[in-house]
């Protein structure tokens, strides 16, 4: 699926507050995941990632929670920061056949941090 | 290590007038490569993506279209640009090991407007 045809969706949180932002993803057999990270006007940064045999992964202040059940994918951030504040982009990786990988991105969430 | 060079930052062009954006990597060789575009607040939607010299895939019918004359070398173009055509511009690499955690890594993009 393309991630077009839809305004962002925004999450505004206080300056040390825990951020939550989810992303519902398509298909069941999706064998890995990335979080993206994109400041204004520039290109998305990779952030943390999570292969499906795992349900949970932590980075620094990040943590990517995984439900297979519900196709569901989280990122969590700790004591949010002004720096922070960018559109977060969810990404699914399928095998498209011929050892050929294809990444889908979810529709992306604005995060604001009210300092 | 590998770097995305992706030129030029901002390109302010009337429409009718051709395009050439390029994208060059370094520190790699095989990569698959990419095209995105997203609209101002919205995702990312794939254009283009190349698994070799010469093999392009277009995901979305449009004015634009794309080459890869080299290895490691990106173009998109168009012959005459239409407004519908700003936007913000990324190339993208991935490593093609066949493998099925590989990351994507973006250029810091271009941003058209077209007049």
């Known amino acids: 699926g393309e991630s077009v045809g839809l305004h962002l969706p925004t999450l505004s949180v206080q300056e040390g507050d825990n951020s939550i932002i989810n992303c519902a993803y398509s298909n069941s057999a999706s064998d890995y995941f990335i979080w993206y990270k994109q400041e204004s006007g520039k290109g998305p940064q990779f952030i943390i990632d999570i292969r499906s045999n795992m349900d949970k992964r932590q980075g620094q202040r990040v943590t990517v929670l995984l439900n297979k059940t519900v196709k569901h994918l989280s990122l969590q951030i700790a004591a949010t920061q002004p720096g922070d504040s960018a559109v977060y982009f969810c990404?699914?990786?399928?095998?498209?056949?011929?050892?050929?990988?294809?990444?889908?991105f979810g529709k992306g969430t604005k995060l604001s941090v009210i300092p | 290590s590998q770097t995305i060079h992706q030129w030029p930052a901002t390109l302010v062009q009337p429409v009718g007038s051709p395009l050439s954006l390029e994208c060059t990597v370094e520190g790699t060789s095989n990569p698959n490569l990419y095209w995105y575009r997203q609209a101002a607040g919205r995702g990312l939607q794939l254009l283009f993506y190349s698994v070799g010299i010469g093999q392009i895939s277009s995901e979305v019918p449009q004015n634009l279209s794309a080459s890869r004359p080299q290895d490691r070398q990106f173009i998109l173009s168009s012959k005459k640009l239409l407004l519908s055509d700003s936007g913000f511009y990324l190339c993208?690499?991935?490593?093609?090991?066949?493998?099925?955690?590989?990351?994507?890594?973006f250029g810091s993009g271009t941003q058209l407007s077209v007049l």
């Open positions: 993208a690499w991935r490593s093609r090991t066949g493998t099925v955690n590989e990351k994507l890594f």
């Open positions: 990404a699914e990786n399928t095998y498209s056949g011929a050892g050929s990988y294809q990444l889908t």
